[in-house]
């Protein structure tokens, strides 16, 4: 800028001193150079201005960024983050956009075995292996572990996959947590535009369906959306509109299956078993619907219908197991809703058993525990369920009391043709006689197994040989001709 204003001087004063031998062509020359020397330092001064504007928006952004990222991991804060991407979308309308929805799986284990500050540092290493895999990627968080990522110009969905089992064996790699090594591990859900989605809301949406089908394969896995997906959507859609229609019209019915003692004769409870005779569909098997319900509230409205029905059964039973699916357990009020409900049908909480899966000691936090601990205070009987079909079998020994240990069918199945099923029913036995809870063998099938179990030390036995699961009505003639 300085240069251009002293050659604008110099041309000044040269004009003066020609202009007295009033040469026209050496005028011209001098006014094309004087013009020369003013476009030089407007254009200076332009460039300096544009800068100074881009620093200035740089800031701006920077201000905007930080006042509106989350706190803890660096990453955009929800709106923040969908309204950058919509803004992305809008003005670059044929740009293509992939959009990543990560999951961090076990995230509730993670603060369980170790506090809520070793989920933090989860959550930071996850944003940051994020950033240094797509240094140029939008990264916003969505929830308390669920992430989004944005990929602009991109839409190779093979390529996209290649990255997310990049991301996928990084987190695997230990770090260090409350001075333990830990591996770490997501699922995620991926979606493109414009081939997937025609706008963000429907992006998300697609990613999410994505995410779901990985979550249901087993976590630790990158599944990208396909239109078959929204099959799955519609079914899921219409079997839970369907059952909570089912509930309040009271067309769901139990079926009972006989828990019978070591006499192979003497039934000492009943398992309550839910299903749905539809309307249009036929028979739902319950596989169809528990895990629909679960992601709604329909799972309480079902858990209360089915514990109230058996409840009123009770007198006819002697005794009842009902399963509560883990969903129902994480409720702060669950035991005062199933207290409530036994006043109602005025019920003797020590002829109640309670099941759980396996899953839910592995998942518990500080509200399972406590609602399983207040069960039994109340009298009510806890039963594992599906026990060694796990990875959790030996952690939850410790982990909790209850009273009955039911083995999984697989172990059932072949204990007379593998050796080791058959060892890991003996230990399963003896270990129980050591704590001591009632252990029952799911599954069994024929008399041969039955043999095999009660010389394990199975103090218990429910499978097809000893009764199939029946209505109420037709329950003494089943029990009668099996024990025939």
Same mark, same amino acid.
């Given at each position: ?27 011209? !020359? ?34 905007? +960024? ?17 309204? *950058? ?48 895999? %797509? ?10 572990? +669920? ?26 790699? &230990? ?59 519609? #079914? ?5 509109? +369907?059952? =909570? ?25 009943? +398992? ?10 036929? %028979? ?23 514990? =109230? ?5 009770? &007198? ?13 357990? =994480? ?8 207290? !409530?409900?036994? !006043? ?46 796990? #990875? ?30 058959? %060892? ?16 029952? !063998? ?6 041969? *197994? ?35």
């Amino acid at each position: 800028m300085l240069i251009g204003a002293l050659l604008v001087f110099c041309l000044a004063a040269l004009v003066i001193g020609f202009g007295r031998d009033r040469s026209i062509d050496v005028l011209h !020359a001098i006014m094309a150079l004087l013009v020369a020397g003013l476009l030089i330092t407007i254009r200076a001064g332009y460039g300096a201005l544009r800068r100074r504007v881009a620093l200035v928006d740089a800031a701006k952004n920077a201000v905007l +960024e930080a006042a509106n990222s989350d706190a803890l991991t660096g990453a955009l804060n929800r709106s923040y983050f969908i309204d *950058q991407l919509g803004q992305h979308v809008h003005f670059r309308a044929r740009q293509a956009v992939s959009y990543l929805q990560v999951d961090m799986d076990n995230l509730k284990v993670l603060n369980d075995t170790h506090g809520h500050g070793a989920g933090d540092i989860a959550l930071v290493h996850l944003v940051r292996t994020l950033k240094s895999l %797509m240094p140029d990627a939008i990264i916003g968080r969505l929830g308390g572990d +669920e992430f989004g990522v944005a990929i602009l110009g991109h839409d190779n969905k093979a390529a996209l996959k290649r990255i997310g089992t990049e991301l996928l064996d990084r987190l695997d790699q &230990p770090i260090h947590i409350a001075g333990r090594p830990v591996r770490l591990s997501a699922t995620i859900g991926l979606a493109v535009m414009p081939q997937d989605a025609s706008d963000v809301s429907d992006l998300i949406s697609k990613a999410d369906l994505a995410l779901y089908a990985g979550k249901r394969a087993g976590r630790r896995s990158i599944v990208a959306f396909e239109p078959d997906m929204l099959g799955d959507e519609r #079914h899921r859609r219409f079997v839970e509109r +369907e059952l =909570r229609a089912a509930i309040l019209l009271n067309e769901l019915a139990l079926h009972y299956q006989p828990i019978l003692a070591a006499d192979g004769t003497t039934v000492t409870s009943y +398992e309550a078993l839910v299903r749905w005779q539809h309307k249009v569909r036929g %028979m739902i098997s319950p596989a169809d619907f528990i895990g629909i319900a679960e992601q709604s509230d329909l799972i309480d409205k079902l858990g209360e219908w089915v514990l =109230r029905r058996a409840l009123g059964d009770l &007198p006819q039973l002697g005794a009842v197991g009902v399963n509560v699916s883990p969903v129902q357990l =994480r409720r702060t009020d669950f035991v005062e809703r199933f207290a !409530a409900i036994l !006043a109602e049908r005025a019920a003797d909480p020590k002829k109640v058993t309670v099941e759980i899966t396996e899953s839910v000691p592995l998942l518990a936090g500080d509200v399972e525990l406590a609602n399983l601990a207040r069960l039994r205070a109340l009298g009510v009987r806890v039963a594992i369920d599906d026990f060694g079909a796990g #990875h959790a079998s030996l952690y939850y020994l410790r982990r909790f009391a209850f009273d009955v240990i039911k083995i999984d069918r697989t172990y059932v199945a072949n204990i007379g043709e593998n050796r080791v099923d058959a %060892m890991i029913v003996s230990a399963i036995c003896e270990i129980a006689r050591s704590l001591p809870v009632e252990v029952v !063998a799911e599954g069994v099938e024929t008399e041969t *197994q039955l043999t095999l179990l009660k010389a394990a030390g199975c103090t218990g036995f429910q499978g097809y040989h000893l009764g199939r699961p029946q209505p109420l009505a037709r329950l003494a003639s089943a029990v009668a001709a099996a024990a025939a």
